[in-house]
């Protein structure tokens, strides 16, 4: 069960630079800040729906969304009528890491459901251990936690891919070693099989099952190369099932046989003069 604080532990806000919590609210819930704040707020919603009103508007934040509240900005924000509100916060000084994002009173980012979402909570887990805590260096591994999540937004936007894509790229690589199929994938995030193998080419620039041997061959490439297996059992290790075809793929991207790739890795680990 996870821990929830409750909002009236922060009728004043601590002196410290980094303070957040975990809050799970019905609809009474509600903050109104009319001269704005001098930090600022980063919230990830986990589950219900809140919502933000500055000037600019009404923006809803609902599960797998994060939420970034510029200092100074008047606002409210709150449980949105007849939802609870799942969510995780921090309010902190201003990081150089905001430059990445764009000037918006309130910025909404909805990640894609599967690992992101869960790398962010658990760095949320992190910071919100952290902040309590206030061991050595507490300030600085908050900051870096906060950084990671800006960073990770700020990554997402410049990408620009589709979130199905991505989507589907996270399942590519969770399942990388298993046989795979495209009306698999496309039921799993919401498409026809011929609209995802478009859209994939459109987005990438590559078919999924090219750009998949291609995942496949660089994990045998690191296999070979830096933990000692065998091409054969490289070839096993990342998903191929026919050796031959796994060797032709593997000759046609890197200009050699998986075996003379292994020979040459072994060579340069044991030349002296290598740097």
């Known amino acids: 069960m996870p821990f929830f604080n409750r909002p009236e532990e922060y009728s004043e806000f601590p002196n410290v630079p980094v303070f957040g919590g975990h809050f799970d609210e019905n609809d009474a ?10 930090d600022w707020l980063i919230v990830y919603t986990l589950s219900g729906e809140g919502y933000f009103r500055t000037s600019t508007g009404e923006r809803r934040c609902g599960a797998g969304q994060i939420g970034l509240l510029r200092s100074g900005v008047p606002h409210e924000y709150g449980t949105m009528p007849g939802h609870r ?17 764009p000037n918006e009173e ?23 251990h952290d902040s309590w805590d206030r061991s050595s260096f507490w300030n600085a591994l908050c900051e870096n936690s906060l950084r990671e999540i800006l960073l990770l937004i700020a990554q997402r936007l410049d990408k620009k891919i589709d979130p199905r894509i991505e989507h589907t790229l996270q399942l590519l690589t969770r399942s990388m070693k298993e046989e795979i199929r495209i009306d698999d994938l496309a039921k799993a995030v919401g498409l026809s099989s011929s609209r995802l193998s478009h859209l994939f080419k459109q987005e990438m620039g590559e078919s999924v099952v090219e750009h998949l041997n291609q995942m496949r061959l660089r994990q045998a490439a690191l296999l070979m190369e830096h933990m000692g297996r065998t091409a054969t059992d490289a070839s096993l290790d990342v998903g191929f099932n026919n050796y031959n075809h796994f060797a032709a793929l593997f000759r046609k991207s890197y200009g050699l046989s998986p075996r003379e790739y292994v020979k040459r890795s072994k060579e340069s680990d044991f030349n002296p003069s290598k740097n």
Do not use: C
């Open 106 to 128: 309130v910025l909404l980012h909805t990640l894609p459901d599967g690992y992101l979402r869960k790398r962010v909570y658990r760095t949320f887990q992190n910071l919100l």
């Open 85 to 101: 509100w799942n969510f995780v916060w921090a309010h902190f000084q201003k990081l150089s890491e905001i430059d990445y994002l």
């Open 29 to 38: 819930y509600r903050v109104r800040r009319p001269k704005g704040m001098s």
